[in-house]
């Protein structure tokens, strides 16, 4: 098994220090930075959007892996594209992923989809072929700091078997409540990009909690 590529999520950061704190996770061998975009309707809560990922731009090179909780994504992809995000993910249970999916591809941006514990993993089915990443959401979206939902390891197994079957290349990522004691599980299932927040910034040694998360 290949070692799987690991993003820290920023909302798990301290906001009045973000360049130091991304430092920190890019010194410490991030693969990607996930940034969790809340709109209040998606989910019961509100994150940070625009203004703060032009700013995180200026001072990563680390891609931006942005993974947007809202509503209605598509009126706002070129300034998504714009700010610097290079891959933006959405979630299977809008009314129209496919078109939104399209969207997204049409402004030269890699995609991805989600799906929330409450969904079943074949919702992500119709759409793999268009996919850069397929998430599987292992705590309910909207708020970091969640315990892991175990449930979602089948899903990550079922997924990675229909990936396989297809003879696609895609990797699957998991996203909540990701730690040292669930990481292991999450590679065996089948996981490649391992999200976690909590398990990272609020780690006393960031670069060890990367290396363990990775295996
Ligand atoms: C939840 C977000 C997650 C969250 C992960 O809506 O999608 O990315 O920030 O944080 P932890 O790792 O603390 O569960
Ligand atoms: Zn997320």
Known sequence: ????????????????????????????????????????????????????????????????????MLVDPVPFIPAFKEAGSDSL???????????VLAAIRDHDLKCGLAVNPGTPVAALFPHLEQLDLALVMSVEPGF??????????????????????????LPIQIDGGINADNAADCRSAGAQLLVAGSAVFRAPDPAQAIAVLRG
Not at 43 to 64: A, C, D, H, Q, W
Not at 89 to 99: I, K, R
């Open 1 to 68: 098994m290949t070692h799987p590529k690991i993003a820290p999520s920023l909302l798990a950061a301290d906001f009045a220090r973000l360049a130091a704190e991304i430092d920190k996770v890019a010194a410490g061998g991030a693969d990607f930075l996930h940034l969790d975009v809340m709109d209040g309707h998606f989910v019961p809560n509100i994150s940070f959007g625009l203004p703060v990922i032009e700013s995180v731009r200026k001072v990563t090179e680390m891609e931006l892996d942005t993974h947007l």
């Open 89 to 99: 993910t959405v979630h299977a249970e809008l009314s129209d992923p496919g078109a």
């Open 144 to 169: 970091g700091g969640q315990a892991f939902q175990p449930q979602a390891l089948d899903k990550v197994r079922t997924l990675a078997a229909e990936i396989a079957h297809r003879g696609l290349d």
